[in-house]
Nanobody, 115 residues
Framework: QVQLVESGGGLVQAGGSLRLSCAAS????????MGWYRQAPGKQREFVAH???????NYADSVKGRFTISRDNAKNTVYLQMNSLKSEDTAVYYC?????????WGQGTQVTVSS
């Protein structure tokens, strides 16, 4: 099993920045992908970004150019740097870990952007 602990959420004004962190522990495999999804009130959970253990990244169109995902493999930690935040970025952000035969989710961290 893999456990994920997110941190870094909070309240920020529109145009501001936040950095989310997600630390993984447990049976970490060397080949994996980690990333972020988000869920706004009344909406379905949606993909935000992900990064493979090799460093390949992918982003949702809605965050391209504003969000940057990175990871520290030595610390089994993934980061999401969020800049130029908009009110529509308000959501609970969930960390995800994927490898062959296993998907784990974090508990989520709230991000609120005030306009």
């Amino acid at each position: 099993q893999v456990q994920l602990v997110e941190s870094g959420g909070g309240l920020v004004q529109a145009g501001g920045s936040l950095r989310l962190s997600c630390a993984a522990s447990g049976s970490i495999r060397s080949i994996n992908a980690m990333g972020w999804y988000r869920q706004a009130p009344g909406k379905q959970r949606e993909f935000v970004a992900h990064i493979t253990s090799g460093g390949s990244t992918n982003y949702a169109d809605s965050v391209k150019g504003r969000f940057t995902i990175s990871r520290d493999n030595a610390k089994n930690t993934v980061y999401l740097q969020m800049n130029s935040l908009k009110s529509e970025d308000t959501a609970v952000y969930y960390c995800i870990y994927n490898t062959v035969g296993l998907t784990s989710w974090g508990q989520g961290t709230q991000v609120t952007v005030s306009s």
